[in-house]
């Protein structure tokens, strides 16, 4: 059981991180600053350095939970079906649909183009698999598609990378058009995550 002392230091943290990301949300990133922490919860900035070693850091949690939120998703819904395709289908599917339950956040994180953002949010470079959950899960389903053929990691890594690129862009697109007609949005939505991505997959039947 946890002392009094714990719980509000947990307490504290997560304070911290409630006001760093309601000025990312208004602001963006690049706005987050201690000082402005430190105004917003109405403590001193001596009090936020005792629980954060630096903005990087505050800015690296919020990243890394709202990642780890995401991947969680794609995880649960892959394991809602055994074949490959099916399971290529539903975390298309459940990737747009919680960057529709978060317009906002979605649309800050992944637009964001600062260094200490970009380190946590980019996905293009060579051996992304490795280093970012929701690559490696596309890439691990993709390569269950073709596991009775001989194909290069590399190119399953790509067409990983690819897909992810799309179905963000796409994201982005139903968030900004947020007056879409409901219909024409659940086609688009399931024609991109039954169709497209499948055919990019290398799966055409």
Not at 87 to 116: C, W, Y
Not at 138 to 155: G, P, R
Not at 195 to 204: I, K, N, P
């Amino acid at each position: 059981m946890s002392t009094r002392r714990e719980r509000d230091a947990l307490q504290m943290k997560d304070d911290i991180l409630d006001a760093a990301r309601q000025l990312a949300e208004k602001e963006g990133f690049g706005a987050i600053s201690i000082r402005k922490i430190a105004q917003k919860i109405d403590y001193t900035p001596s009090l936020i350095y005792h629980y954060f070693a630096s903005k990087e850091e505050i800015v690296s949690v919020l990243l890394q939970q709202g990642y780890a939120k995401l991947a969680a998703a794609l995880g649960a819904a892959g394991n809602q079906a055994q074949d490959p395709k099916r399971k290529l289908m539903a975390m298309t599917r459940t990737f747009l649909q919680t960057a529709l339950e978060i317009p906002q956040e979605f649309t800050i994180v992944h637009t964001d183009g600062s260094p200490s953002v970009v380190e946590h949010t980019s996905y293009l470079f060579k051996g992304a698999a490795e280093k970012r959950i929701a690559i490696r899960i596309l890439a691990q389903c993709i390569q269950s598609m073709h596991q009775d053929k001989d194909v290069n990691f590399s190119l399953i890594e790509l067409s990983a990378q690819s897909i992810a690129a799309a179905t963000m862009g796409l994201a982005l697109k139903l968030i900004v058009e947020k007056d879409l007609d409901e219909m024409q949005r659940e086609t688009i939505i399931t024609y991109f995550s039954e169709v497209v991505v499948v055919r990019m997959a290398g799966m055409e039947d």
